[in-house]
């Protein structure tokens, strides 16, 4: 599913920013929970924020309001990434690259993706293993989790926090 951030062809580059953070705080209201993918260190905040601009991909904490100077900074593609009923939802925003003064208005484009949890969950197994994916993504689980706790030492060296509070989807139990 595509679309704009509002109805406008343009909009103000803050304007843009609250209305992307309604709809995340929407989704999270609504029962929406934030998901880690399970290779990926656990954090939140401003810390997520650091850790994905310099690692594409790592979805954004939605309860973390961004500043107009984080927002602006934000790559194409930055994703955010829910669980909720058996169902992996994954939001991205994009922005038009002639139109990122902060000072004039902007153009956004959102796209969102449902995935059901056994689709989700077979992106981990290799495509010659998908006839017992079940059992494959079971055998995988403990080396993901290990690529995690492995990633988490190495930030908390650097001392980065890691949201300890974080559950994962009980699917990745």
């Known amino acids: 599913m595509n679309g704009g951030v509002s109805d406008a062809e343009t909009i103000s580059h803050d304007d843009a920013r609250k209305q992307f953070t309604a709809l995340l705080h929407a989704l999270s209201a609504a029962g929406w929970s934030k ?65 990122l003064d902060p000072h004039k208005r902007g153009a956004y484009f959102v796209t969102s993706s449902l995935t059901a949890q056994d689709a989700y969950l077979r992106g981990y197994v290799d495509d010659e293993k998908l006839d017992n994916w079940k059992m494959e993504f079971r055998k995988e689980l403990p080396a993901l989790k290990q690529a995690r706790e492995k990633k988490e030492a190495q930030l908390k060296n650097d001392n980065v926090t890691i949201d300890q509070a974080y559950q994962d989807p009980a699917v990745f139990q």
């Open 35 to 99: 998901v880690i993918p399970i290779s990926r260190p656990r954090l939140k905040g401003e810390q997520a924020l650091a850790y994905a601009l310099k690692n594409p991909g790592y979805p954004l904490d939605p309860s973390y309001d961004l500043s107009l100077a984080q927002w602006m900074t934000l790559p194409d593609g930055t994703p955010w990434l829910f669980y909720a009923d058996h169902v992996f939802l994954e939001i991205k925003l994009y922005r038009d690259p002639n139109r």
